[in-house]
């Protein structure tokens, strides 16, 4: 592996590690005293993290990794990598909704919070 792989290599990885930590701390300051917003942001932020991991693996699918200067390629990745996750984000919010409903009244029964008065 030449040197400018690995460094691709290790970007992508920190790229995958920001979005997942990004999930895991919309969900980790959860708890009795939440809100039905603080619920809706973790599901949504969970809920774009999924998305993002799909189309990730679409772009596999359809990109060609015969580039002829390691260096643009690397630069490439890490833009498609930002613009992935933005796209997800997006899409969560523009046409998310069941999902991120169903996760939102699973939480609130984990966590015994009655989300009906949030919606008073």
């Known amino acids: 592996m030449s ?3 690995y460094i691709s290599s290790l ?4 790229q995958s590690t920001i979005s997942t930590e990004k999930a ?3 969900l980790s300051g959860l708890g009795k005293t939440s809100t039905k917003e603080e619920l809706e942001n973790a599901a949504k932020s969970f809920e774009a993290y999924f ?3 799909m189309l990730k693996e679409v772009k596999e699918t359809f990109v060609d990794e015969e580039d002829s200067d390691p260096t643009v390629s ?3 990745d890490f833009y498609m990598d ?5 796209l997800a984000e997006t899409l ?3 046409f998310g909704g069941n999902f991120t409903e169903d996760m939102v009244e699973q ?3 984990n966590y015994g919070i009655d989300i009906s008065e949030d919606t008073k």
């Open 3 to 5: 040197d400018l792989s």
């Open 11 to 14: 970007t992508n990885q920190a």
């Open 24 to 26: 895991k701390s919309g």
């Open 51 to 53: 998305v993002e991991q």
């Open 74 to 76: 690397q630069m490439k």
């Open 82 to 86: 930002s613009t992935i996750q933005s």
């Open 92 to 94: 969560v919010d523009e």
């Open 107 to 109: 939480m609130a029964r």
